[in-house]
């Protein structure tokens, strides 16, 4: 089950940055490459996890390229069963914080810890088990519906795939179709919006029930309708699990424990929603600018 589930984020990761950098087919196998470089220390142990966990990011320093550093000095901590929002202009490096977490990438200098272990030294498989992975850009197989939520713990049952569409909010637009669950997606099936994918997306992760989850929000703009929905599935599916969000919308981080706003690869505020407003900076000032273009014409833009 483990091995089966990493490519799938593996896939995913690539995807994502051939999409973001249209590149081409050596650019493909160098990143390949690189994900190949991290690899399990000799004897590695397995993640050892009692329940609900912190995340810690202690003075994390990387860079992809040497000459040009991403994060510089990140540090922070997601309580057990936290949501820690990350907002921050393009290029600022948040997708970075998620791809390290997720370790397809080793920290240059600092540590990242999950319930105090230092993610370098347990095994691959182990941690990938222990996070579940909301991307942005979510790849659906060219297969059933149920399928593609199954496949977030293979061997699951009808019901509680069902269950799991359910609190993801996509088991209505399921059922309307006309073959519910048996009903193909993907390239060569039912085209789903950015949205829907999203969703199946979240269902296929309260399946496998991670005690831990990125979720990397979608860029796009939303209605103001669409974007209460995502809000409330994002709410569902974070419950008691220490989550990162990687937000573009100010919205959806009003109720994070912590927000830390990154700018150029460090940490320029952190606080709670009403403390950021109350510094009246960096923060308070993105918070204007959405409230006022949302006024305008009902949606909420994202900001990067
Ligand atoms: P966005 O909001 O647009 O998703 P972000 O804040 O998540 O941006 P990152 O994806 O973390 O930003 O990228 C930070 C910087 O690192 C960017 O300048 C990006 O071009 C660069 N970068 C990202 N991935 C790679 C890579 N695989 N190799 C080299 N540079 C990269």
Do not use: C, H, N, W
């Given at each position: 089950m483990i091995q089966l589930y990493i490519p799938l984020n593996f896939l995913g990761v690539i995807y994502r940055e051939i999409k973001q950098?249209?590149?081409?087919?050596?650019?493909?196998?160098?990143?390949m490459d690189r994900a190949r470089e991290v690899a399990d220390a000799p004897g590695a142990p397995a993640l050892q996890l009692a329940g609900t966990q912190a995340v810690r990011f202690e003075n994390v320093h990387f860079a992809y390229d040497p000459a040009?550093?991403?994060?510089?000095g990140v540090d922070f901590e997601i309580p057990a069963?936290?949501?820690?929002?990350?907002?921050?202009?393009s290029g600022s490096g948040k997708s970075t914080l998620a791809r390290?977490?997720?370790r397809f990438y080793d920290v240059q200098q600092g540590r990242v810890t999950i319930a105090g272990q230092d993610i370098r030294s347990v095994t691959q498989a182990s941690l990938r088990q222990a996070i579940g992975i909301v991307p942005q850009d979510t790849v659906l197989f060219n297969d059933s519906v149920e399928y593609n939520i199954a496949y977030g713990r293979p061997g699951a049952s009808h019901d509680e795939v069902v269950a799991a569409a359910r609190a993801a909010r996509i088991h209505d637009f399921i059922d309307?179709?006309?073959?519910?669950?048996?009903?193909?997606?993907?390239?060569?099936g039912l085209k789903l919006s950015g949205g829907e994918k999203q969703r199946v997306a979240?269902?296929?992760t309260l399946l496998k029930n991670p005690p831990i989850l990125i979720f990397d929000e979608a860029t796009s703009a939303l209605d103001s309708a669409n974007e209460r929905a995502i809000q409330a599935e994002l709410q569902s599916a974070a419950r008691n699990k220490t989550t990162l969000l990687i937000a573009h919308r100010l919205s959806t981080v009003v109720d994070a424990h912590e927000i830390l706003v990154l700018e150029a690869g460090q940490v320029l505020e952190r606080g709670t929603h009403r403390?950021?407003?109350?510094?009246?900076?960096r923060y308070a000032s993105m918070w204007a600018l959405q409230q006022s273009l949302a006024v305008d014409d009902g949606t909420a833009p994202a900001l990067a």
């Open positions: 950098s249209l590149v081409d087919l050596d650019r493909m196998f160098e990143l040009r550093p991403i994060l510089r069963g936290k949501t820690v929002a990350v907002v921050g202009p390290l977490l997720f309307a179709t006309p073959e519910g669950y048996a009903t193909r997606v993907g390239e060569r979240i269902a296929r403390q950021l407003l109350a510094l009246g900076g």
